[in-house]
């Protein structure tokens, strides 16, 4: 046990804090660079930053999850975490900065402040960290250092002479960008508390060792043999190891306040340990740690097993992603035409994506997803709003008295150049104007309010396409707004397709319904007798279209002769037609649904 002095004296020479961008700002190369710099990472070679694990990141380009590395350097203990940049990781960033007492705000000295690095700002601000001020890539033909300066300086109220000026890529600057992280940001401040009180703002899975907390402690000490209990789940364990990342897991006897780790106790099952919990001693236990902002899905996907992947397969991999990734939800459902799944739950669509894509290669299956959906919120006549995913569960036209549907607050920040074509891809969008500011003579900040759905149906990429790869993104959610919208049934035969149901609004209803069943008439093989295909929106038809039937040549055996004959086999074809189409099926080949459902 430490002496109260002697905890504080080492306290002080603790610096925990994180490194926050925009995307592709240069934090992971920047990492890289203080690792060589203090001896903890040989030089590295190739282009892949060696925080970077996944080789989603390697390929993309861009860090999905956040690391925590510690970082002796001479009297002082450095714990730096590195975290994502993309919109849709924002809940990465608030888990790192609530274990930080300061963070570093990197901007790129060619492309200047874009819309996460502002996003950022404001999570850092929220949580009362003192924020060093960084341009990086100063090595660029293109870098404009001193315009960017001055766009830093007006954003953080700061003199241009505290802005720190470097290169990831060739190192300058680095060293005197270290001596300013110990030099200003703060120590963790010492608790008049002695007892346990950790928060884990992370988690890993090992097949052999169990769950890996990443924990920071706010009091007390955590060592080999102690029993603890998680307040959230009042589950007790034993600690087996402790240890910090350098980067690799370096176990140590103990962890002390203010320290940054990992914590492993066994635990093999997946659901025990949750982000954001508290751990404290079994005797003599801690109140919980204030909590960062807890994360909620807003977007949904619902995933099938395919070709030689079981349910079971899809299960597992979810639950052990899940430990690692606790922003996406899932439950069970099933599908009269797709069979057994899960519905899962997201931050936007590109953490969709990259959750289909790790579950993929990390567990080797094969999923189909369906198209991504918001929740909608229903308030039925005399009952309470409630929230509704999919469409299978929303009520008929009689029973609604209001829809609701969630809406973002989106911070688009673009080139002049390009400020009319963004507008113009806005206001398509159901896009609301808020409020247009000029950082500079050549960069514009637009504020709109739109629908998510709107958003994750593609939105990004159409922005990307109209500001020819400028303009930048970020939003937050602002709420629910009453809209007018329609389920849109689709019916084969006069059979509803479930599957294939969507909540569109009434003014894109039409022509929703007009497009997928112009791509499903091609799709749905030809039978004996003519197919009708429709969409309908409560008791009303607003579209139909006819797959034609195949035609057997009935009279090809009729060389002249008698009309009659040939008119009487004619008849008796049509009526065999009639039949068929009245009591005939259609059962639609499950690559139907891949289709339709992968777009």
Aim: glycine residues 8%.
């Amino acid at each position: 046990m430490l002496f109260q002095t002697d905890l504080e004296s080492i306290m002080e020479k603790i610096r925990n804090f994180s490194f926050i961008a925009h995307i592709d700002h240069g934090k992971s190369t920047l990492a890289d660079r203080i690792l060589e710099l203090t001896g903890i990472l040989k030089k590295h070679e190739g282009d892949a930053p060696s925080l970077d694990r996944l080789a989603l990141e390697k390929e993309r380009g861009i860090t999905i999850k956040a690391k925590a590395v510690n970082i002796p350097y001479g009297d002082y203990e450095l714990n730096l975490i590195d975290t994502p940049g993309h919109v849709d990781f924002s809940y990465e960033v608030s888990r790192s900065l609530a274990a930080c007492e300061g963070t570093v705000l990197i901007v790129d000295a060619a492309s200047g402040v874009e819309a996460q690095t502002i996003a950022n700002l404001n999570l850092a601000r929220d949580n009362n960290l003192k924020i060093i001020p960084v341009i990086n890539k100063i090595d660029l033909p293109n870098a404009r250092v001193g315009e960017v300066s001055k766009d830093i300086a007006s954003l953080l109220e700061c003199g241009e002479n505290e802005i720190y000026q470097v290169s990831a890529k060739t190192g300058e600057g680095v060293a005197k960008l270290l001596a300013g992280i110990i030099g200003k940001l703060p120590p963790p401040q010492k608790s008049r508390d002695n007892r346990l009180k950790a928060l884990i703002f992370d988690s890993a899975f090992d097949s052999f060792r169990g769950v890996i907390a990443y924990v920071r402690l706010y009091s007390g000490e955590i060592g080999r043999g102690m029993k603890i209990k998680a307040l959230a789940t009042g589950l007790e364990y034993e600690v087996q190891e402790v240890g910090v990342f350098r980067p690799e897991p370096v176990k140590k006897g103990n962890l002390s306040e203010g320290e940054v780790g990992y914590v492993i106790t066994g635990v093999k099952n997946l659901g025990e340990i949750k982000i954001g919990d508290t751990i404290t001693a079994v005797k003599n236990p801690a109140d919980a740690v204030p909590g960062f902002r807890e994360t909620k899905p807003f977007v949904f996907s619902s995933f099938y097993p395919i070709g030689n992947t079981t349910e079971k397969m899809l299960k597992d991999a979810i639950m052990k992603l899940n430990l690692n990734d606790a922003s996406f939800s899932w439950e069970p459902e099933k599908s009269l035409t797709l069979g057994l799944g899960f519905r899962l739950g997201f931050m936007g669509s590109l953490h969709m994506e990259i959750v289909q894509e790790r579950l993929e290669r990390e567990s080797e299956i094969e999923i189909l997803a369906t198209a991504p959906q918001v929740v909608y919120r229903v308030k039925k006549r005399g009952r309470e709003p409630e929230e509704i995913s999919r469409p299978d569960e929303w009520p008929s036209k009689q029973e609604i008295e209001k829809v609701y549907e969630p809406e973002i607050l989106a911070t688009i920040i673009t080139p002049q150049a390009y400020l009319g074509a963004s507008m113009k891809l806005l206001e398509k969008r159901r896009a609301k104007y808020i409020s247009m500011n000029y950082i500079n003579p050549q960069k514009v900040i637009l504020k709109y309010k739109l629908p998510l759905s709107e958003m994750i149906a593609g939105f990004y990429s159409d922005l990307k396409s109209a500001s020819k790869g400028y303009a930048s993104f970020d939003y937050k959610h602002s709420g629910f707004v009453e809209a007018k919208l329609e389920k849109v049934d689709i019916l084969v035969n006069g059979t509803p397709v479930e599957a294939l149901s969507t909540i569109q609004p009434r003014e894109n209803a039409y022509y929703f319904a007009r497009e997928i069943l112009a791509r499903l008439r091609k799709l749905i093989p030809r039978q004996l007798f003519e197919v009708a295909l429709q969409a309908k929106i409560g008791g009303r038809i607003i579209a139909r279209e006819t797959v034609k039937a195949l035609r057997k040549d009935v009279i090809a055996k009729c060389y002249g002769g008698d009309i009659t004959r040939k008119r009487k086999l004619l008849e008796k074809q049509k009526e065999g037609k009639k039949r068929m189409k009245r009591i005939g099926r259609i059962d639609l080949p499950q690559e139907v649904f891949f289709e339709i459902l992968k777009k």
